[in-house]
């Protein structure tokens, strides 16, 4: 089931709305087909592993790493597909939320094939949160917050200038982030210091470039910011509050969308509108630390470098209110890995 998640992750940034699924085909403890969903609308994980897997599919058990699909969308239905090719075995992970392409476990078991569903369950939904939870009715998007912090957890230094924290290994791990992602966000802050473009520029292009979305209850984003010269090519929607509607037509006539809304998750029910099912926010320090006080992030991810920046340093949490030890909530641990000489740990922080 491991080596079926890893394949699954295969069809990040190609396969959404779609999850990420793997497939193994096991035939008398040998591995005979691999396959995942590697396009959207192309074929689904098991297929592309039975067409593999041939003849020696037959009598073989299969690994995938979501119950498999009942209905007939884009392509037809892996149970059928699984019944014809002869299988003996079906071991799923995690239960098809989807009401639509549900009940691909009961069809197999009525079929005469053995069933075995929640291996590695949580690892699977971890894997495709924005699919689980939109599938569960969410009218907003799950929100990962990525922060790039040194060994003391800080996000800048005391001059406050933009500087690289981290290496070239993390700067492509974040861009794929950012590739697998519906929409890309940072507060106002970060933009006008950084002046990032916010695009995927060092991992393979999305199927659909993310939305650029910027936090900035003032509109105050400069005009001639990157973000505003760029909003033709690729879209940019700003987040206010609505109280400065001079400078919001001066950024809507300059492309760019607006949206006016009075709260966080008002703001984050929007993109839920507009098909948003995954924001990743890279910062700024305020942005991060308002939404994990509103119970609003989902993941956590924070990339380490080996530096120390010291007394007078922009702590990654410095508007986070104070916790006592005892009563802190201790995050789960989702995955944690080696960037070069970085290190990345993704938490879980809500589960809903």
């Known amino acids: 089931m491991r080596r079926a998640l890893e394949l699954g992750a295969r069809g990040a940034a190609r396969v959404a709305p779609n999850p990420k699924v793997g497939a193994v085909v096991v035939q008398h403890g040998t ?20 067409r593999e897997a041939g003849n020696r599919a037959r009598g073989a058990t299969v690994y995938v790493s979501l119950e498999p699909c009942n209905h007939t969308g884009k392509t037809g239905p892996c149970t059928e597909a699984l019944i014809a090719a002869g299988v003996a075995r079906v071991v799923y ?4 939320p989807n009401p639509v392409a549900a009940g691909g476990a009961s069809r197999l078991a009525a079929a005469g094939i ?53 290496g070239r290994e993390t700067r492509a791990a974040v861009h794929a982030l950012r590739a697998d992602a519906d929409a890309i966000g940072v507060g106002v802050g970060t933009a006008i210091a950084d002046d990032p473009a916010l695009t995927v520029r060092f991992a393979p292009p999305p199927r659909v470039a993310p939305l650029r979305v910027i936090f900035d209850r003032t509109a105050r984003l ?40 009075p709260s966080m998750e008002a703001a984050l029910r929007h993109l839920g509108t507009r098909g948003v099912r995954h924001l990743l926010v890279e910062g700024g320090a305020v942005l991060g630390s308002s939404l ?31 916790q006592r030890v005892a009563l802190a909530p201790r995050l789960r641990v ?16 809500s589960g809903d």
């Open 334 to 349: 989702v995955e944690r890995k080696a960037l070069g000489a970085d290190l990345m740990t993704v938490y879980a922080v």
């Open 93 to 96: 992970a995690a239960p098809d």
């Open 292 to 322: 994990l006080e509103a119970g609003l992030v989902h993941h956590l991810v924070i990339i380490q470098a080996p530096v120390i920046l010291g007394a007078g340093a922009l702590s990654a949490f410095a508007t986070f209110p104070s």
């Open 222 to 261: 400069p005009l001639a910011s990157q973000l505003v010269r760029t909003a033709r090519e690729q879209p940019v929607l700003v987040v206010t509050n609505g109280s400065h509607p001079n400078n919001e037509e001066a950024l809507r006539a300059a492309g760019l969308d607006i949206a006016a809304v």
């Open 114 to 166: 053995a069933i075995t569903g929640g291996v590695l369950a949580r690892e699977a939904e971890d894997r495709n949160a924005p699919f689980f939870f939109a599938a569960r009715g969410a009218d907003r998007p799950v929100v990962t917050l990525k922060l790039a912090v040194s060994i003391d957890g800080a996000i800048a230094d005391v001059s406050r200038q933009p500087g690289w924290l981290t």
């Open 31 to 50: 591995v005979v087909g691999e396959g995942w969903h590697a396009e959207y609308g192309h074929e689904h994980a098991e297929i592309a592993a039975l």
